[in-house]
Every structure is written in structure tokens, then in C-alpha cells.
């Protein structure tokens, strides 16, 4: 029979995202309202391994859901990709007496918990926080929305620079592998083009659409491309846009960080303290292995085994399709 979960530790790693305290915040509370001891662990898996682990009450995480970022901390550990290193950490939290694990971060997290929980056996539940929206087995993942928000508020900003100007501005967003932030905040920002690390368009596509707003008169005209476009980033088709034609006054916007910073949006807050709350419920209730998702606004658990070789979220056919009837 399995032991009852007593201490639950609680970390954050991989890239930082606008609602993860709000998601410590509510692991926290709820593991306090069960009757449960829970630990902080600073820096992800760097400080599992180096035994940095506090005790946190309901006080500790006060006046931290509006707050971006992760009063954790967070770091990407190569020694945890080791069997040593794993070792070390399983050692570290066996010594506090941690005996369930929640994870707030990504796919890299994610795979290095679910191989924790194959070597240790620690009950073990993540929880999706990364701005890129990319997870399989949830409709949102915590920060995605707060990134597309401050980049449609970068965007509107330089429309009117744009407007007064005649310029065509290139403006690139976050999303390597996945252009969820860009295909929405081009939309919402009205964008003539889109460029996705998932679509096939090519250079001579993005300027036939410059070329026709030019002749219809089009006063401006911005581009958002997703860092990981194919056909190359904003300063590289600013380059190859000018090299072709005088006529356009051509500028450069990289929004970069600025998109993982910021207060989290209601959304997000909302989205963190269910997916926090569900994370320990589940626990106690005896998932393992599991991810937290929410699916048609319902949270639901996904084995992991279910996901790890799943793709990621695919881009919404009908928002390709609505972008390209609305950048005329």
C-alpha cells in the first residue's frame, strides 16, 4: 500500500512566465488546507540537487499573485540530465522527508521529473508554465496569455509611429518552435503578414503582400515574426525587403524579454490557482506522473506517457485563415 503524501515540495524551472507564483501561490495554500507540509525548492532542479529547500506557510507566498516571474526561481541544470545528479537531488529531498513533487515550467521539466519518478518513485505532478502555449494536453498553458497581451500592447504602440511615419515596420516576437504568440498578436494587432515557424510561407509570398498595400494606398504596414520563422528573423527580411525595393521605410522592432515580464494577466491568475489547486488534489487523490491541463475550460490530468512524444499544440487553422482575410 502507497504511503500517504505528507510533504510536498514545489519548484519552478526552465524559462520564467507571467503567472507561476500565482500557481506556487495555490499549490502552497491548498497543500496547507489539506493538512500538508510543503517546501519551496530555489532554482529548479539546481537547488534540488544542492538541498536549497525552504519551508513555506500560507503567509510566505502573501501578496505574490499579481507579481511576474517566480519568487523561486529558476535554472536550467545539466547535472540533473545525469543519474548522479538525480541521485543527489532524490538524497536531498529524502533528508526533509518530501515525498510528492509539483513542477511549474515546460517540456524539458516535464521530461526530467518523468524521469525522476521512473528512477525514485516520488509521486509527481507538473503543471504548464511557458509563454509559447506549445504543451499537448492543454488548451493554455500559465503566461501565454499575459505574453500576447503586452506584445498586441508593443504592437498598437508602434501602429501609430507607423501611421505617422509611412513605414513598414518588422516586429518579432517570441515562439521558437511554436507561433502562438505571434499568429494572435498579429491578428489583434492587424498585421498585413505572419510568419510561423509552423507555416511554409516564402519571402516572395511576404512581399507580394507588401507590394499589394502599396498600390491600394496602404498608410502602414507591420510584420509580426515568430523568432523561429524558417525563412529568417525580422533584420534578416528587412534586409531582403529593402535590397528589392526603395519604396518602403523599413524598421526593426525585437521585443524579446519584454514579453516574459509584467504583472499576469486575470486570465493567467485565474488559469495558475485552478491548475495549482488541481495539482495537489491530484496528488492525494493518487495521479502520478501526470500533467495538469485544462481542456474546454475543464482541468483535466494527462499520463505523461500520453504526451512526452505528442507535437505540440498545432496553430488554429481557422486564425491562419481569418489573418489572411483581414491583412488586405
Not at 39 to 68: F, K, P, T, W
Not at 260 to 289: C, H, I, N
Amino acid at each position: 500500500m502507497e504511503k500517504e503524501i505528507g510533504k510536498i515540495g514545489v519548484f519552478t524551472s526552465g524559462g520564467d512566465a507571467p503567472g507561476m507564483n500565482a500557481a506556487i501561490r495555490a499549490v502552497v495554500r491548498s497543500a496547507i488546507y489539506y493538512k500538508k507540509e510543503v517546501y519551496g525548492i530555489m532554482r529548479g532542479y539546481e537547488g534540488m540537487i544542492e538541498g536549497d529547500i525552504v519551508r513555506l506557510g500560507a503567509r510566505s507566498v502573501s501578496n505574490i499573485i499579481q507579481r511576474g516571474g517566480t519568487i523561486l526561481k529558476t535554472a536550467r541544470c545539466q547535472e540533473f540530465r545525469t543519474v548522479e545528479g538525480r541521485k543527489r537531488a532524490y538524497e536531498s529531498l529524502r533528508k526533509i522527508g518530501i515525498d510528492a513533487l509539483v513542477a511549474i515550467g515546460g517540456n524539458g521539466t516535464f521530461t526530467g521529473l518523468h524521469k525522476f519518478y521512473e528512477e525514485h518513485g516520488i509521486p509527481s505532478i507538473c503543471i504548464p508554465g511557458t509563454i509559447d502555449n506549445d504543451l499537448p494536453g492543454t488548451d493554455f498553458s500559465i503566461g501565454y496569455d499575459t505574453a500576447t497581451n503586452t506584445a498586441v500592447e508593443a504592437i498598437d504602440k508602434i501602429r501609430d509611429t507607423a501611421l505617422s511615419h509611412n513605414r513598414v515596420f518588422f516586429i518579432e516576437v517570441m515562439g521558437r518552435h511554436s507561433g502562438y504568440i505571434a499568429v494572435n498578436s498579429g491578428v489583434a494587432g492587424g498585421a498585413v503578414a505572419i510568419i510561423l515557424p509552423e507555416e511554409t510561407t516564402t519571402f516572395d509570398e511576404l512581399f507580394a503582400a507588401l507590394e499589394a498595400g502599396e498600390k491600394t494606398n496602404k498608410k502602414s504596414n507591420l510584420v509580426v515574426i515568430a523568432e523561429g520563422s524558417k525563412i529568417g528573423g525580422a533584420y534578416e527580411l528587412a534586409r531582403k525587403v529593402k535590397e528589392r525595393s526603395s519604396y518602403f521605410d523599413i524598421k526593426v522592432t525585437i521585443l524579446g524579454h519584454l514579453q516574459r515580464g509584467g504583472s499576469p494577466t486575470y486570465f493567467d491568475r485565474v488559469l495558475a490557482s485552478k491548475m495549482g489547486v488541481a495539482a495537489v488534489e491530484g496528488l492525494l487523490q493518487g495521479k502520478r506522473d501526470a500533467m495538469v491541463g485544462i481542456k474546454g475550460n475543464k482541468i483535466v490530468y494527462n499520463d505523461f506517457k500520453t504526451i512526452i512524444d505528442v507535437p505540440s499544440n498545432e496553430i488554429d487553422a481557422e486564425s491562419l485563415r481569418i489573418a489572411k482575410i483581414l491583412s488586405i
